[in-house]
């Protein structure tokens, strides 16, 4: 097992985030978790990557407890919500890749680059691209460490359908072919359906956990989460 | 001593720790700029001022009470922010004025207090004695070295603070250590712009710089050039002209920053253009 979560809550000033959740990640696991906005998915990220510490349970990477050591970072790659960057910040492609690489081999950024099909563009500035340019750009990045899970946090928001398709490719083949886990945030059903080989449905509670096809053919199951979907949006509104 | 011996004398101290603080300067200042963080030196150097009136007022040599304070009250400043959650700018703010409010006070406790005690830390003094050169290179070249290590970890941090923590950079002993060598490249400064005109030296060299490049390093290399270009002819002008050492410095890199602002929208430099075709 990869990742293994156990008992995992968290508390927001007496409101809870996310309430005992128990799941696991194996090797080569496609995992995509679903869930309405506000269900936990940002939450459950922020722990696993280190950047929230206030929770309850445990979270081992790799068999080891991440309170214990941050060195499983360096096996992680992590592709944030949206892209934050600002037009005018002055580095290129590959001082974006260079910066998060462990070592200070250019030929691991080139090869990174490749892989997300953006090779040509490696000396133009970051602030110059598109939006999915700069997620395909943060892919490469969180590749540049060969990393042996990748977490990626609703990646395609707002993001065009050319690119996205390109961005699920990318992401199967990374899966499929250099055998790297991949979790995913997302809340398009169909997308997970797409290229999902694992479904988490979370709505701070952890409500499914098992294969995609289980869970897309269980007419009960998607009933389900519909009407706790629905429940968070009027809950918002 | 007569004016033109002092400046003939001068000139080779002052030109030899103007260009090693002009390099600093353009370094620490890139990566304040970047976090939009550029009244940040300003700001040191205000809580500086208090920290040299405290030196005054309790008789010890002003500059490195100023270095403490200015150190001590920017990484308590920004605890603060962390735990509150407080602007930058807000902060910014509350450092300079304290510093200076409190730097007032205690100039004003000072018995036998004349102007001239400050006149240097406040404008800058075109005289640097051979100790101080020394002192100026040895510090440069420490913070440098320091900076050379360290910038990718900076770079990262500065660029996505999320995305640095979760890759394991510690986010925020960067932060500090930037605050730290800012604090004490303000103190070297202050020497040759004063407190009031060393924000210059952070910030105009960079954002002149950051009309042409397109890379970090190309940034970095046309900032410090800049930077130097800016000190060097500041100083001589100012020799010549009989006219203030440190305005020289500054309104030089202003002319910088003013001819590039012309340049870019004359459309005769583009963005990625200039370094591009030099590639």
């Known amino acids: 097992m990869i990742v293994d979560i156990q008992k995992l809550s968290v508390d927001y000033s007496g409101i809870k985030a996310l309430d005992d959740i128990s799941f696991g990640i194996a090797e080569g696991d496609f995992l995509g978790i679903i869930g309405p906005n506000g269900a936990g998915k940002s939450t459950l990220f922020r722990c696993m990557l280190g950047l929230h510490t206030q929770y309850d349970g445990t979270i081992k990477f790799f068999d080891q407890d991440i309170r214990d050591s941050k060195k499983y970072l360096s096996q992680v790659g992590y592709v944030p919500q949206k892209p934050v960057v600002d037009r005018n910040f002055p580095a290129t492609i590959r001082e974006v890749l260079s910066m998060s690489q462990n070592s200070n081999d250019p030929k691991k950024v080139d090869e990174a680059l490749q892989k997300v099909w953006m090779h040509e563009l490696a000396d133009r500035r970051i602030g110059d691209l598109s939006v999915g340019q700069q997620q395909r750009v943060f892919i490469a990045k969180a590749l540049v460490n060969s990393p042996k899970i990748l977490v990626l946090d609703e990646p395609v928001t707002g993001i065009d359908m050319y690119n996205q398709d390109l961005f699920f490719q990318i992401l199967g083949e990374l899966n499929t072919k250099e055998k790297i886990s991949i979790i995913w945030a997302s809340h398009d059903l169909d997308a997970v359906e797409r290229v999902a080989n694992k479904v988490a449905c979370l709505n701070k509670t952890l409500f499914f956990h098992g294969v995609s096809k289980e869970f897309f053919s269980d007419d009960e199951m998607l009933k389900k989460y519909s009407e706790t979907s629905m429940q968070m949006h009027m809950h918002h509104h | ?279």
């Open chain 2, 1 to 279: 001593m007569t004016f033109e011996a002092v400046a003939y004398e001068s000139i080779p101290h002052a030109l030899i720790s103007g260009i090693a603080i002009s390099l600093l300067c353009s370094a620490v200042g890139l990566f304040l700029v970047l976090r939009k963080f550029s009244l940040f030196g300003d700001a040191l150097a205000h809580s500086a001022f208090g920290g040299v009136a405290f030196g005054l007022f309790i008789g010890i040599y002003p500059l490195w009470i100023a270095c403490a304070v200015a150190i001590l009250s920017a990484l308590g400043l920004s605890k603060i922010r962390q735990k509150f959650d407080i602007s930058g700018d807000a902060i910014v703010a509350i450092l300079l004025s304290t510093g200076l409010g409190a730097g007032i006070i205690l100039v004003g406790l000072v018995e036998d207090f004349e102007f001239h005690d400050i006149e240097e830390f406040l404008f800058g003094s075109a005289i640097v004695d051979t100790q101080n050169v020394v002192s100026i290179l040895a510090m440069s070249v420490a913070i440098l070295t320091i900076l050379f290590f360290t910038y990718k970890k900076l770079l990262y941090s500065t660029f996505s603070e999320e995305q640095a923590k979760a890759s394991g950079i510690p986010v925020d002993k960067m932060s500090y250590l930037l605050i730290t060598i800012a604090g004490v490249t303000v103190i070297i400064s202050m020497q040759l712009v004063g407190v009031l005109l060393i924000s210059a030296l952070f910030v105009l060299p960079n954002v002149s710089a950051m009309l042409y490049a397109r890379s970090f390093k190309q940034t970095m290399i046309l900032s410090m050039s800049f930077a130097v270009f800016a000190t060097v002819f500041g100083i001589i002008i100012s020799y010549q002209l009989d006219i203030s050492q440190a305005g020289s410095i500054v309104v030089v890199a202003a002319a910088i920053f003013i001819g590039s602002l012309i340049v870019k929208s004359a459309g005769l430099v583009k963005t990625t253009g200039i370094m591009a075709k030099a590639r």
